[in-house]
């Protein structure tokens, strides 16, 4: 009886006070890839418990490859592939299929092409699309009936689009959305909904029904571009990008990492602003176990970038920030299974945090 007490005490405490900063969990590993110029924008678990990681390389002082590695919970390599994608060959994301494979969002830089790779469980080629000269789409995942979704820019205009894949990769329809989303040229996520449609951040947050019809759009004060949005537990959407310093004009450095929460009809519920460092930036956020967010970008000290993982709780207040070593700053990170978190910087590095204690 008094240590149910205790617990109900306790749970009334955190949810009257503000959130407690608590210690960073440490690094559990770390990977470095040593090939000339290689990019890995993302990694994500996978449900062996390891990880897959997709990017580009390049072996020597020549052209890039797609580069996909395979690790396991260890980061140890398990298996690596390369993908011929034309001169300057990329993949920008990668998600688990249901099957076990693969698949990527990426392309050449000598051809804007809507570019989209199925692979295997051992990383070998099942099929491409490619196709939609003057797009650049940026992510993909697998659709719950079993197609996939991609979406980005027009290049002609600015534009945002969202195009849909059957399970064989041919495509079903695309829908285009009038405005010019190119100012920041950021990736253009479009993500799911439980309610079976789509939502895309850039500069502004769109929502669409199943079929990729405009349902609504919001573009939110002071904000100026949005680089990731999820689903919030509970319902609702939550975004990371740039937000513009109190007084200063739009455009106009220094930006600050914002934090948005909103309803789901896309109106603001809060937004949290991270004014520490001289600049800083969200480049990807992920719901956690306990309904809070981790958030990976870049933070500025002392006129160097630094990479940078921000923990919150749900209504946004940190708990925890951990700066890394890194050329760049993170492009992506997420909260694994044993309660770590698995992060990428964008350059050549990969990290697995502890789970939170």
Not at 78 to 107: M, N
Request: aromatic content about 10%; overall charge negative; glycine content about 12%.
């Amino acid at each position: 009886m008094r240590s149910s007490a205790g617990w109900l005490v306790a749970a009334v405490l955190m949810a009257a006070c503000p959130a407690l900063a608590v210690e960073p969990p440490p690094v559990q590993w770390e990977r470095t890839f040593q090939a000339y110029d290689t990019w890995i924008p993302q990694v994500v678990q996978t449900r062996d418990g390891g990880f897959i990681a997709a990017g580009s390389v390049t072996p020597s002082r020549g052209e890039h490859d797609v580069h996909l590695l395979k690790l396991d919970g260890s980061g140890n390599t398990e298996w690596q592939r390369s993908i011929d994608a034309g001169k300057t060959g990329y993949a920008c994301s990668v998600s688990e299929t249901r099957d076990g494979g693969f698949v990527l969002a990426g392309g050449s830089g000598d051809s804007d092409k809507v570019t989209v790779f199925r692979l295997d469980s051992t990383g070998n080629q099942m099929w491409l699309f490619s196709d939609f000269w003057g797009a650049t789409n940026y992510n993909v995942e697998q659709t719950a009936d079993g197609g996939y979704v991609t979406g980005g820019l027009w290049s002609v205009d600015d534009s945002l689009f969202v195009l849909k894949l059957d399970s064989d990769g041919r495509a079903e329809w695309r829908k285009s959305y009038d405005g010019s989303y190119g100012q920041w040229n950021a990736n253009i996520p479009v993500r799911q909904t439980s309610d079976g449609g789509y939502i895309m951040a850039s500069e502004v947050l769109l929502k669409t029904n199943a079929f990729g019809d405009e349902i609504w759009r919001r573009g939110y004060p002071d904000v100026l571009v949005m680089f990731s949005v999820c689903e919030a537990q509970g319902g609702g959407f939550v975004a990371t990008g740039i937000a513009r310093a109190a007084g200063i004009l739009r455009y106009f450095k220094p930006f600050n990492l914002v934090l948005l929460k909103t309803n789901a009809n896309g109106d603001l519920a809060w937004k949290k602003v991270f004014t520490d460092g001289q600049e800083s930036d969200g480049r990807c956020v992920r719901p956690t176990s306990d309904g809070g967010f981790v958030i990976s970008g870049t933070i500025t000290l002392d006129n160097l970038d630094h990479a940078r993982v921000v923990r919150t709780n749900s209504q946004g207040d940190t708990l925890w920030t951990k700066t890394l070593e890194a050329r760049t700053g993170l492009e992506f990170g997420q909260q694994t299974s044993d309660g770590g978190y698995v992060l990428s910087s964008g350059d050549q590095s990969i990290w697995k945090l502890d789970p939170e204690q």
